[in-house]
Structure formats: structure tokens, C-alpha cells
């Protein structure tokens, strides 16, 4: 035990040890070199002093442990709190008609309590509200994170409606930390083209990220992060839209397999096709026999039943 305490009561003790080499040292001289290597004995202190050092030593880490526990509980105690307040009126507000309502849109990904939206959205704000008041940023999105990785339906929805109204605040770091929430949380089409329309198309417009950093997006390993690149430059057709980016995601995804990537893709081949039909037509005439049916199937629909035929594969 005396071993653990030793250091300090060194540091405490250091003039005191020190004179009692000096004195050791002064005794050797004259004795001849072969005694220089016997070592100075410095005496263990007395069992009271040793208990006091030890006493002494205890009092002040155990402060300092308990100021830094009770910091750091005061802190997660906010998140804590926000995170049950929403938990338990999710819990409390759960409709198994809603369940049935809804699980039939879905074929995967689908974990909810069954909370009408409409009960949900005057809540969202209060929370916000009380989270801008109370959190850190930071704060904020380990909130955030720990409603994403819940798995629960409506957990995603509010961390996603919280994402968008930190519009203000948008940084690269943040279109990072959306990036691992679809690597990590995505696992529906309904978060994936909400967080597209409501975040991403905002990071976008704003002018925080460029073109080419959600273009990156279309090579990812994570089908939903793919289907993202697609989907999130669908809202901008709506007004102004960029036909040739539309095709730059649309040739490094039109060869994908996965079934909700070829989706995002034919729907965002049909909305620039409205904007300029000419180019998407012969993009598409392009790729007929190569991309999936899915693909032209979806980006032909609004094109006349006859003029659609010459889209079949050869």
C-alpha cells in the first residue's frame, strides 16, 4: 500500500531527502572509489506520517472525482432528461391503427411505436425549443445520434426534423455527421428522402457544400447513401435544376442493383426530363439496353405510351 503512496510522499519530503544525501555523499569521501556505488539508504517514513500522507492523498482525488462526476452528470442529465421526456410521450401516444395504417409503404426498415404525425409535430418544436435553451450544439447531436441509432421510426423522424432546424448553423462538419448517419441509421426510403428534401437540399442551396461533395455520395458502399446523391437534387427541378449534374449522378449510378437506387435514379431522370427532354431521351437511348427496367421504367413514365416503346431493349 505504502508503495502507491511512495511518490508523493517524496515530493513532499524532497529537501528532507535531499540534505540526507548530501550527507550521505559527504561521508564517503576519503572511503576510496569501490564504496561510490553503495546506495543511500533514505528511511521509510513513520506508520502515522505514512497514514496521513495516504489520508491526505485520498481527500483530495476523491474531491476532485466527485466536482468532475457531478459536472458531468449535471450535463447528461439535460440530454438524459429531454431524451426519456420524448421517449415516454412516444410510449404514451402509440396507436397500433397506425402501425397498420402505415407498415404496408414499408418492406424493411419500419420500427415504430405508431404515433400519428400530427401528434408529433407540435412537439418537435417544444423539444427543439428546450434544447436550444439547455444543450450545446454538441449536445444536441448526441441527442441526435442517440434517437438515429434507436432504430425506432419515429426516434429518426424527430432527430432528422432537428437536423433541418439547425438550418443556421449548417457546416461541412455537419454534412459529415448526416453522411455517417446514413452509413450507420438509414434504413428506409422514407428517412432517406425526407433527410434529402429537408437537410441535404439545404447544404446544397446554401452554398455550405459543393455539387461534387454529395457526388462522392454516389460511390458509397451504402445503397441509401447512393439513392441520396439521386434523390437530393430531385427538390431543385422544382425551380431551377441542373440537368447536367442530374446526368453526372445518373452515369455512375445507372448500372447499380440494388432496387432503391435504381428508383432514386428513374425518378430523378423523370424530373430532368421535364426540364429537358431532348438530352434525358437520348441518355436514356444511350443506356436502354444495359440499365435496369427498373431505371427506364421509372424515368419514362410521364413520356407518351407510343414514344415510350422505342425504350424497350433491342
Known sequence: MWAYYEPLYLLLTIPRQRRAISGGLAKWEGRGLQNLHSPVQIRKPPVLIQFVVCRLWLIVH???SQKQLVVRGENMSKTQKIENDIRQFLKKNADESVIKKYSRYFKEGYDPYGVAFEKITPKIDEWFNTCQKELSQKELLILCDHLMSSGKYE????????????????????FDTVGKWFERYVTNWAHCDSACHTILYAFLTDGVVEFKALLVWANSPQRWKRRAA????????SKSGSV???LQVARKLILDQEKVVQQGVGWLLREAWKKSPEEIEDFLLKWKDQAPRLIIQ?????????KRKKFRRG
Open 244 to 246: 447536367p449534374q442530374a
Open 155 to 174: 426516434e429518426a423522424n424527430i432527430a432528422c426534423a432537428f437536423m433541418s432546424r439547425l438550418r443556421n448553423q449548417y457546416s461541412k462538419s455537419l
Open 230 to 237: 439521386a434523390v437530393t437534387l430531385i427538390k431543385d427541378f
Open 298 to 306: 421509372y424515368a419514362t413514365e410521364k413520356i407518351d405510351k407510343e
Open 62 to 64: 476523491l474531491t476532485t
